[in-house]
């Protein structure tokens, strides 16, 4: 299929597989300064949100307010900060940060922030395990 | 009433009124720079998305991409970004913001993104005018 749907291969080597929801693949960056999840549609050739017809952005938004939860939650975090720029990646991608008071980009977006720290052996895992449970009793994982 | 919506000062002083919609007062930001957008549902107490309900937020996404078409079509941009992040206000508040190629913060996002510009006189309410026959033509204009 020419226009099957294919992971931008700069968001995924920026990033970790956490979650099939029913639009959107889910993963975790690669950022231990913050926890930091990625949605990305599951369609070929969207760049905007306004490329995704009303009844997909309603399912968007929901699995939007669904990660946002399971990391407010889990962090226990002072702010989420939500976000579809793409300006460097074209590929429509939301980010769905939990931010705290203090933290190395605060109270400036992450969003070309200085460069990614890696996680300590283990942490990541830890956060994506946690994250998943979430997802889960909220119901909204497919796979 | 003591939990009656007000809008913070300071999205209040950076922003001049454009619509009302069925969920949010939308306003122009005073900033040359960028042809910017800013959303505020009309709830007290609200911070993060996920502080309005199911419906509301099935709203707010509806009204975030009439917002985003208007400003596209008007502007002609490359790219929307589009963003809730509240760490330094946290009345809840979406950004809507056309973005060109080689703009004042490209690639970058524009939050925390050096001074504001003031427009030329007329230059913002010409925006205005055309964001605002946009919103209407899509009939998402309340007031």
Redesign the interface.
Known sequence: MSDAFSLDPRLEGDSVPLAELALCTVRVMKDARFPWVLMVPRKAGL????DLD?AE??V???E??AV??AL?TVTGCD??????????V?QLHVHVVA?FEGDAA????V??SGAAVAYEPGEREKLAEALLSELRVAGVVSA
Chains 1, 2 share one sequence.
């Open positions: 760049a905007e949100i306004i009303a952005r309603a968007l938004i929901e939007i307010a946002s939860s407010r702010k989420l900060n939500v976000g579809a720029l793409g300006n460097v074209r931010r605060w109270d400036g977006p969003w070309g």
